[in-house]
C-alpha cells in the first residue's frame, strides 16, 4: 500500500513551452503533497507543499508563477512548469503525505525533465 | 530550526564490508528521523525509521539507533552487498507540521 505515481517519467521539450507533471496517490487520500527538485548528485530541495483545496505554500527563492502547482483532489497534485527554459531542466519529485499513525512521506519515482 | 547533516560521500566499499554513514540533526522538540534510500534512476524509498529517543530501526540488515543525547541517527550495515550501491538521505520530520528535512545524501558504491 501507500503508493505514489508520477506521470510522465521522463519528457522532453522546446524552450517556452509548458510541462504538466502529475503526481497520483493510487492507495490512500493525501490532504497534503510536496514537491522537490533535485540536481545531479545532490539532496532533494524541497519547492512547494500543496494542500488540498488551497494554495500551495513555496519555499523562498521559488518562483509561483513559473511553478504552477494545483492540488484539486485528494489523490492528485500537479506541477506546471511554465515557458520552461534549459535550467528548468532536473529530476522532479513529488511525495505524499499519509497522516494518522503512520506520519509518513510516500514517493513518487520521480519526473526527468529536459528542456532544450 | 530543523536541520540535518550528513556525512559527505561518495563512499566505496568491497562486498561484505561494515558500511557506517554518520547523520546528526538539529530540531527543537523531538523529531521523527528517516533514512531513505534512491536507487539509480528512481524515486526515494523509505529505508527505516525511528519515531523517539532510542528507538531502533532496522529493514533489509541495515540498522540506525536515535540518540537524543548525541541528536544522532547514523546509518549501519555489517556486511554490504553490490545491490546496496545507491544514495542514502538522512532525514526528519518535525515534532510539529509534517515537513521534512533532508540531508544531502551519500553515495556509497559497493565493488565486488
Not at chain 1, 91 to 103: D, E, K, M, P, Q
Not at chain 2, 47 to 70: H, V
Request: glycine share 8%; hydrophobic share 35%.
Amino acid at each position: 500500500g501507500a503508493v505514489v505515481s508520477q506521470h510522465p517519467s521522463r519528457v522532453i521539450c522546446k524552450s517556452g513551452t509548458s510541462v504538466k507533471i502529475e503526481c497520483r496517490s493510487l492507495d490512500f487520500q493525501a490532504t497534503t503533497m510536496f514537491w522537490y527538485r533535485q540536481f545531479p548528485k545532490q539532496s532533494l530541495m524541497l519547492m512547494a507543499t500543496s494542500n488540498e483545496g488551497s494554495k500551495a505554500t513555496y519555499e523562498q527563492g521559488v518562483e509561483k508563477d513559473k511553478f504552477l502547482i494545483n492540488h484539486a483532489s485528494l489523490t492528485l497534485s500537479t506541477l506546471t512548469v511554465t515557458s520552461a527554459h534549459p535550467e528548468d531542466s532536473s529530476f522532479y519529485i513529488c511525495s505524499a503525505y499519509l497522516a494518522g499513525g503512520r506520519n509518513e512521506q510516500f514517493f513518487g519515482p520521480g519526473t526527468r525533465l529536459t528542456v532544450l | 530550526g530543523n536541520s540535518v547533516t550528513q556525512m559527505e560521500g561518495p563512499v566505496t566499499l568491497s562486498e561484505e564490508a561494515f558500511l557506517t554513514i554518520n547523520c546528526t540533526y538539529t530540531a527543537t522538540g523531538y523529531p521523527s528521523l528517516f533514512w531513505y534510500v534512491q536507487y539509480p534512476g528512481e524515486g526515494l524509498q523509505l529505508l527505516l525509521k525511528a519515531t523517539k529517543a532510542d528507538d531502533k530501526g532496522s529493514n533489509k540488515g541495515f540498522e540506525a539507533t536515535y540518540r537524543k543525547e548525541t541528536t544522532s541517527f547514523h546509518l549501519e550495515k555489517g556486511s554490504v552487498q553490490v545491490s546496496d550501491s545507491a544514495v542514502y538521505f538522512c532525514a526528519l520530520r518535525g515534532y510539529t507540521g509534517n515537513q521534512f528535512y533532508f540531508g544531502t545524501g551519500t553515495s556509497l558504491t559497493v565493488i565486488p
